[in-house]
């Protein structure tokens, strides 16, 4: 009897974890939002379902791994969750469409290939390479840990807007999106930083929670405050009679930013004025110069695993002269709400095809970890609304 109940439940169980990986890895799966790159479209806190159906489900890259895990097995900082015994090649099914400007999308962080586990996908490790060299980042274990590569599929997820998609060509001014050299419609909640000027008095706390102001700091100016704010924050704030001044935060066009894709100093852009860039298009020819190729470097060698050298004027991609490059996969580019406080496709490029995973689609729990259960944690205005 005893064996018999012991069978069952066992039988039970297993089917249980067969039938929920199925169903994350093809039909829908949960997410929670760690930061603050989306806000206040998405809110720190938001649990999300996000639909594998939409743009059609991968095949994982490696099948065997531990179930209901992303990376790294629990308790641990480095041990992987995963065995790359076998390793398949990138194969999507059909979706019900294809990823389209404006979407809300689920990805594996492109330059997740490679992390620190000190620092995991919080400080990327070409950015530790930059910053302390190549060596010290593989031998110094104690400030940097484990240097781990991980496979597209067990790479860090993020959730960004797709702001262009392959074939597009996209050009910031003064902090406006152009595609295809017209402005985009913004997103209703979009953010930027402000210096905000008042006359010396305090702005009340009561003001802030009641615009849902909940990134900012004092400066050493009196009366001077930073925050970020939506274009209704913005409004409202600008009416309170102590307000002086509300200035965006911008940096100016001609300014190069080292942090800024592609990390070239002839590429003199930044976060607030960036390109021209081409979205690269599967199966349509690029044109390479040696003054272009940083924008595609990282794409044909990385993405696409091709062996690149160069020459002085020559480039040759495995072995052969070109002067075109044809991608094989398509590309998008992702951008956070929260333009000023949001590590995306301006820090690292494109977004590859075999990098999506999803489109974000329902919230179906909001909490604020800053609140108290009776004190408004729960969001209930945002339970089983729509991304939008």
């Known amino acids: ?75 641990t900082t480095s041990v992987k969750s995963y065995v790359e015994w076998i390793k398949l090649p990138y194969y999507r099914f059909p979706g019900f469409g294809n990823v389209e400007r404006n979407d809300a999308v689920v990805f594996n962080y492109p330059e997740g290939d490679t992390v620190s586990t000190r620092f995991q996908s919080n400080v990327s490790y070409y950015t530790l390479v930059k910053q302390y060299g190549r060596d010290r980042v593989w031998t110094d274990k104690q400030n940097f840990g484990e240097i781990v590569v991980r496979p597209v599929d067990k790479r860090e997820n993020y959730v960004k807007r797709c702001i262009a998609v392959a074939g597009d060509t996209l050009k910031i001014v003064d902090q406006q999106v152009y595609i295809n050299g017209k402005a985009v419609v913004n997103p209703e909640r979009l953010q930027y930083q402000y210096r905000v000027q008042t006359d010396g008095t305090s702005i009340n706390p009561r003001i802030l929670d009641r615009l849902n102001i909940t990134e900012g700091t004092r400066t050493n100016v009196p009366g001077q405050f930073v925050f970020v704010l939506t274009p209704e924050a913005k409004k409202e704030l600008e009416k309170l009679p102590i307000v002086k001044s509300i200035d965006v935060i911008a940096e100016p066009a001609g300014k190069w930013n080292p942090d800024i894709f592609p990390h070239d100093a002839r590429f003199a852009w930044n976060r607030d004025n960036f390109g021209p860039v081409y979205i690269p298009r599967k199966n349509v020819p690029i044109p390479l110069t040696v003054d272009n190729l940083p924008l595609y470097k990282r794409l044909i060698v990385t993405y696409e695993g091709n062996k690149l050298e160069v020459n002085g004027d020559v480039i040759k991609i495995n072995g052969e002269v070109v002067t075109q490059y044809t991608p094989r996969m398509d590309y998008y580019w992702m951008m956070g709400d929260n333009r000023h406080n949001s590590a995306d496709a301006r820090y690292w490029g494109f977004v590859p095809e075999d990098h999506i995973v999803g489109k974000a689609e329902f919230i179906w729990l909001s909490l604020d970890k800053n609140k108290t259960l009776f004190g408004g944690k729960i969001r209930w205005s945002r339970l089983f609304s729509f991304v939008k």
């Open 1 to 75: 009897m005893k064996k018999g109940i012991v069978r069952e439940w066992t039988d039970a169980i297993i089917f249980a974890v067969v039938a929920a990986t199925i169903i994350r890895t093809f039909l829908l799966e949960a997410y929670t939002i760690p930061t603050s790159s989306m806000e206040k479209s998405l809110l720190v806190g938001d649990y999300l379902f996000v639909s594998k159906i939409s743009y059609g489900p991968k095949i994982p890259n490696t099948p065997l791994s531990f179930p209901f895990v992303h990376h790294t097995l629990p308790l």
